[in-house]
């Protein structure tokens, strides 16, 4: 009898990780979005890679995977982990931020391309229903790789940057009609009992939402335990894809509608820092799985048919985009960024061919040739971003760059909000200056956002937590926790993703200070020195000094003690500092 280990499913796995673990940090090195890679890795170790020869070359059997039916079920944990990710993002504060982006320009582009896509299909005379539900999937445009190199680019809070996450916030919504109305057309005469029952199993996860979620993570978070609330955050979007199912719809469906919901409560950026790492991992099994049913033999049987299919689809896209963002007064610079961005299709785009595949909407060549040309078009989608880049550069004056910039706000974020970081925010407040504050006590984040503070629960424990934060357009961050270890921690993480962020922390004592700016802080405040200097100052005034002098003197030494702990000079430094103004 084998032995357990060296089971088929075993040593898929293994080759998956051992890919993930290789294509995750390469790529990053190359700043290369790693959908590329996992596509590619797909493309190698599957049937029509690696796993085809391995007939020939049974040795090629160990890194290779025979059978792209092996990774479907973690392939689709991946697409729901996925769609519960972008629900997260729907959150009603930011569609009313960007409610002329998202539902002006997101749907004239969204019906746009799809018209344009649409007169593209006529020719192959594929009937109404597939024509509309390709031109559709193929309008639709990658958010994973689009965000990830506005973000890595730090072009995150541009006009370009801005106007591309609206689209792709729009798009992201339309998803769940798109499969709903997928999943009901499949039961034909049906179609209206089917709608009904998918719109009821909608309505009992949006019910139950509201009155079990609050509670549910309420004492997930009271744990301190960051297992449970993954563990939370899993059993929601596992029921909900259930209920789903069970009235013949899409998981996708039930897992985006739980991710929506979830958008709306204070617990939304730790369930994101929760599931971040599983997340990318699951979509990387997903895009594998993709990257394996890509034949490029297929390709290069009919290369006219499917690399014309993908200079056709991102070409008539980038054209329909640019068009429209130029009709709404926007620079040739960033018009032609956002068109590049959004030109090729998405990962969504593959849910969408798989689910119209699926219940027979679409199926044998058409379905495959869509296959390949969504995949090779999402595999050149990071390189369509960076030539939109260097359009916008080369369209652009730097100066409106700047203007961009100054127009988005940023804000600054105080990681603990006890004592000293509400006075932070208090001072933040008298001078107008936005601020988000991050803290770990469940209860005390419910009260204080009560008592309307712009708080939200978060564990600063996690380094997933900085990710969700958005500290690339930060003006700063203040750190205010207690606890040396994990302060120094943090300091370390925020410097390493964001080297220039101003990043201002309270510490212990000198020697704490004289450690953190070794980390790399901007500023850092031993917490028991400016009492020091309070009680001195005091002193000197009901002794009767004259209270000019007094306090030159106080800055004066506050000034030489600042300089000393940032020197790291020896000897010990008995009173703390604050910085200077």
């Known amino acids: 009898m084998a032995f357990p280990l060296e089971s088929p499913a075993f040593k898929d796995i293994v080759v998956v990780l051992g890919a993930s673990g290789l294509v995750i940090p390469a790529f990053a090195a190359l700043r290369i979005s790693p959908v590329v890679g996992f596509i590619l890795v797909?493309?190698?170790?599957?049937?029509?890679?690696?796993?085809?020869?391995?007939?020939?070359?049974?040795?090629?059997?160990?890194?290779?995977?025979?059978?792209?039916?092996?990774?479907?079920?973690?392939?689709?944990?991946?697409?729901?982990?996925?769609?519960?990710?972008?629900?997260?993002?729907?959150?009603?504060?930011?569609?009313?931020?960007?409610?002329?982006?998202?539902?002006?320009?997101?749907?004239?582009?969204?019906?746009?391309?799809?018209?344009?896509?649409?007169?593209?299909?006529?020719?192959?005379?594929?009937?109404v229903t597939a024509t509309a539900t390709l031109a559709i999937a193929l309008a639709l445009s990658s958010t994973a790789v689009g965000l990830q190199m506005l973000s890595s680019s730090g072009r995150m809070s541009s006009r370009a940057g801005r106007t591309a996450f609206?689209?792709?916030?729009?798009?992201?919504?339309?998803?769940?009609?798109?499969?709903?109305?997928?999943?009901?057309?499949?039961?034909?005469?049906?179609?209206?009992?089917s709608l009904l029952k998918s719109l009821a199993a909608i309505g009992v996860i949006v019910i139950a939402g509201r009155l079990l979620?609050?509670?549910?993570?309420?004492?997930?978070?009271?744990?301190?335990?960051?297992?449970?609330?993954?563990?939370?955050?899993?059993?929601?979007?596992?029921?909900?894809?259930?209920?789903?199912?069970?009235?013949?719809?899409?998981?996708?469906?039930?897992?985006?509608?739980?991710?929506?919901?979830?958008?709306?409560?204070?617990?939304?950026?730790?369930?994101?820092?929760?599931?971040?790492?599983?997340?990318?991992?699951?979509?990387?099994?997903?895009?594998?799985?993709?990257?394996?049913?890509?034949?490029?033999?297929?390709?290069?049987?009919?290369?006219?048919?499917?690399?014309g299919g993908v200079a056709a689809v991102c070409g008539v896209k980038a054209l329909v985009v640019m068009a429209l963002l130029r009709l709404a007064r926007n620079g040739n610079g960033v018009s032609a960024h956002v068109a590049a961005l959004l030109a090729a299709p998405s990962e969504t785009s593959l849910i969408l061919l798989g689910s119209a595949s699926a219940v027979g909407v679409i199926g044998g060549r058409v379905a495959d040739v869509?296959?390949?040309?969504?995949?090779?078009?999402?595999?050149?989608?990071?390189?369509?971003?960076?030539?939109?880049?260097?359009?916008?550069?080369?369209?652009?004056?730097?100066?409106?760059?700047?203007?961009?910039?100054?127009?988005?706000?940023?804000?600054?974020?105080?990681?603990?909000?006890?004592?000293?970081?509400?006075?932070?925010?208090?001072?933040?407040?008298?001078?107008?200056?936005?601020?988000?504050?991050?803290?770990?006590?469940?209860?005390?984040?419910?009260?204080?956002?009560?008592?309307?503070?712009?708080?939200?629960?978060?564990?600063?424990?996690?380094?997933?937590?900085?990710?969700?934060?958005q500290l690339e357009t930060a003006r700063a961050v203040v750190l205010t926790i207690d606890g040396t270890s994990n302060l120094d921690t943090l300091v370390r993480l925020i410097r390493q993703r964001h080297p220039n962020l101003c990043v201002v922390a309270r510490a212990r004592d000198a020697d704490h200070a004289t450690r953190l700016y070794r980390l790399g802080v901007t500023d850092a405040v031993p917490e028991t020195v400016e009492s020091s200097l309070q009680l001195a100052e005091a002193l000197l005034v009901d002794l009767g000094v004259p209270m000019g002098p007094v306090i030159a003197s106080i800055h004066d030494k506050r000034a030489e003690l600042r300089a000393r702990i940032q020197r790291g000079a020896p000897g010990k430094v008995r009173m703390p500092i604050s910085r200077r103004r």
Request: hydrophobic letters at 55%.
């Open 370 to 469: 869509a296959l390949l040309i969504t995949g090779l078009s999402l595999a050149i989608a990071p390189l369509l971003g960076l030539i939109g880049q260097r359009l916008e550069g080369a369209f652009r004056p730097r100066f409106h760059d700047a203007q961009a910039e100054a127009s988005a706000e940023p804000r600054t974020i105080i990681i603990g909000f006890g004592r000293v970081g509400r006075m932070v925010a208090a001072m933040l407040e008298v001078h107008r200056q936005p601020y988000l504050a991050v803290d770990s006590d469940p209860d005390e984040v419910a009260r204080l956002r009560r008592a309307g503070h712009n708080v939200v629960y978060g564990d600063a424990r996690r380094a997933e937590l900085l990710d969700t934060l």
């Open 166 to 193: 609206g689209v792709l916030l729009f798009q992201d919504i339309a998803i769940a009609p798109l499969l709903l109305l997928l999943s009901a057309s499949a039961a034909g005469a049906g179609f209206g009992l």
């Open 213 to 307: 979620l609050p509670p549910l993570f309420l004492q997930a978070a009271r744990t301190r335990r960051p297992e449970l609330f993954l563990a939370a955050a899993l059993v929601v979007l596992i029921i909900s894809a259930a209920i789903t199912a069970s009235a013949s719809l899409s998981p996708a469906v039930g897992a985006l509608v739980a991710g929506i919901m979830l958008a709306e409560t204070d617990w939304r950026r730790q369930v994101e820092a929760a599931i971040a790492p599983f997340q990318g991992l699951l979509l990387g099994v997903f895009l594998i799985w993709v990257g394996m049913r890509l034949d490029l033999g297929a390709v290069m049987a009919e290369p006219g048919l499917v690399i």
């Open 42 to 127: 797909g493309v190698a170790v599957g049937p029509f890679g690696l796993g085809g020869l391995s007939a020939d070359l049974p040795w090629l059997a160990h890194i290779s995977i025979s059978s792209a039916e092996s990774l479907a079920a973690p392939a689709e944990m991946g697409v729901a982990l996925l769609l519960f990710a972008l629900g997260l993002e729907l959150s009603l504060d930011r569609l009313r931020a960007m409610r002329k982006i998202v539902f002006g320009l997101g749907a004239t582009q969204m019906v746009a391309c799809s018209m344009a896509l649409s007169g593209l299909l006529l020719p192959f005379h594929l009937g």
